[in-house]
Every structure is written in structure tokens, then in C-alpha cells.
């Protein structure tokens, strides 16, 4: 197998871990008040981006060209929720730091062709998504840049930027070793 093959392959299985791996550095290398700040946000706009997506796919009911997710909405083609966090996450970043938004291109892309690659969404889901991605990216980080939240709360978000990721891995670990056993 190549490369690429086995790179879209962790992608699809565990989506968030690059991001992770992102905040967390960003979490040591940032003084801890911007961190606290850009984490929460992030949380916000994850939140916000999976919403647009998801009642987009319940809109639209496209058929997906392979099987993928039997759960509800999910499991629909247009958007590709990869799609939308990805691509909307240079554009929100864009507001915190033009640099990491840079950054964030490469992936963004890779995470688009992933998506084709493997079949799992079509080229006009990936397109929905980026779009979507766009709007919610640019809208979010442009309200929520300076948005500041009381500390409770801001403390609170960050927590689930850092735990919800390590139990969607542990789900989706769990969800695949019962599909194996049956």
C-alpha cells in the first residue's frame, strides 16, 4: 500500500488526532491565557460547524457512494463533516494567527482527499463542505476572536477540546471491535 493510502486511512479513524496533537502544543507553547482563549473558541466553532453540517446532511439526505456510518444523520454524504472542520479551521484560526492558519492548509487539503480517496464522500460532498467550512470558519473567527468568556467557562471548554477527542478515539475503538466481533 502507499503512503497516502495509509495516512487517509488514520485520518478517517481517528480524525482528531492531528488537531490534538495541535492544541496541545499549542497549550505548551502559548502563554496560558491566549490558550485558554483560542481553546474555548475552538470549542465553540467545533460545535457550531458539526451543527451546520449535520442539519445540512438531514436536509439534503444524499446517499453516500460507499457505506460508511449508520449512525442517523452521519451517515450521509453532503457535507463531509471532515470537510467542513478542516477547511473552516484555517479560516477561524485565520483570526486568532494568520501563521497557523497557514499551517493548517496542508492538512486541510489532505483531509478533503481523504474523503474522495477512500470513497467515503463524493467530490460534491467534500465541495459542500469546504464551502461550508468557509462560512462558518470566517463568521466564527470573526465573532469569537475577541470574544472573551468568564474563566469558569472558558476553563470548562478547553477541558472538553482536550477530553472529548480521547473518548470519540475510545468510542469509535470500542464501535469497531464489536463490528469485528460480529
Same mark, same amino acid.
Given at each position: 500500500?502507499?503512503?497516502?493510502?495509509?495516512?487517509? *486511512?488514520?485520518?478517517?479513524?481517528?480524525?482528531?488526532?492531528?488537531?490534538?496533537?495541535?492544541?496541545?502544543?499549542?497549550?505548551? @507553547?502559548?502563554? $496560558?491565557?491566549?490558550?485558554?482563549? =483560542? %481553546? $474555548?473558541?475552538?470549542?465553540?466553532?467545533?460545535?457550531?460547524?458539526?451543527? =451546520?453540517?449535520?442539519? =445540512?446532511?438531514?436536509?439534503?439526505?444524499?446517499?453516500?457512494?460507499?457505506? *460508511?456510518?449508520?449512525?442517523?444523520?452521519?451517515?450521509?454524504?453532503?457535507?463531509?463533516?471532515?470537510?467542513?472542520?478542516?477547511?473552516?479551521?484555517?479560516?477561524?484560526?485565520?483570526?486568532?494567527?494568520p501563521v497557523y492558519s497557514l499551517?493548517?492548509?496542508?492538512?486541510?487539503?489532505?483531509?478533503?482527499?481523504?474523503?474522495?480517496?477512500?470513497?467515503?464522500?463524493?467530490?460534491?460532498?467534500?465541495?459542500?463542505?469546504?464551502?461550508?467550512?468557509?462560512?462558518?470558519?470566517? $463568521?466564527?473567527?470573526?465573532?469569537?476572536?475577541?470574544?472573551?468568556?468568564?474563566?469558569?467557562?472558558?476553563?470548562?471548554?478547553?477541558?472538553?477540546? %482536550?477530553?472529548?477527542?480521547?473518548?470519540? @478515539?475510545?468510542?469509535?475503538?470500542?464501535?469497531?471491535?464489536?463490528?469485528?466481533? $460480529?
Amino acid at each position: 500500500m502507499d503512503l497516502a493510502y495509509n495516512v487517509y *486511512r488514520i485520518i478517517d479513524s481517528i480524525p482528531e488526532f492531528p488537531y490534538f496533537l495541535l492544541a496541545i502544543v499549542f497549550v505548551f @507553547t502559548e502563554p $496560558s491565557e491566549k490558550s485558554m482563549h =483560542v %481553546l $474555548s473558541m475552538l470549542f465553540i466553532y467545533v460545535f457550531l460547524a458539526l451543527a =451546520v453540517g449535520i442539519i =445540512v446532511k438531514y436536509l439534503l439526505k444524499t446517499q453516500r457512494p460507499k457505506e *460508511r456510518y449508520k449512525l442517523f444523520v452521519i451517515g450521509y454524504d453532503v457535507p463531509s463533516l471532515h470537510t467542513i472542520i478542516a477547511v473552516g479551521l484555517v479560516f477561524f484560526t485565520y483570526f486568532i494567527d494568520p501563521v497557523y492558519s497557514l499551517l493548517l492548509v496542508p492538512l486541510a487539503v489532505v483531509y478533503m482527499h481523504s474523503r474522495v480517496s477512500l470513497g467515503f464522500h463524493t467530490k460534491k460532498a467534500v465541495a459542500v463542505g469546504a464551502f461550508l467550512g468557509v462560512v462558518v470558519g470566517f $463568521s466564527t473567527g470573526q465573532l469569537l476572536a475577541h470574544m472573551i468568556l468568564p474563566g469558569d467557562i472558558q476553563l470548562f471548554f478547553v477541558m472538553l477540546v %482536550l477530553i472529548i477527542p480521547l473518548l470519540a @478515539t475510545y468510542l469509535r475503538i470500542i464501535n469497531y471491535r464489536r463490528l469485528q466481533d $460480529s
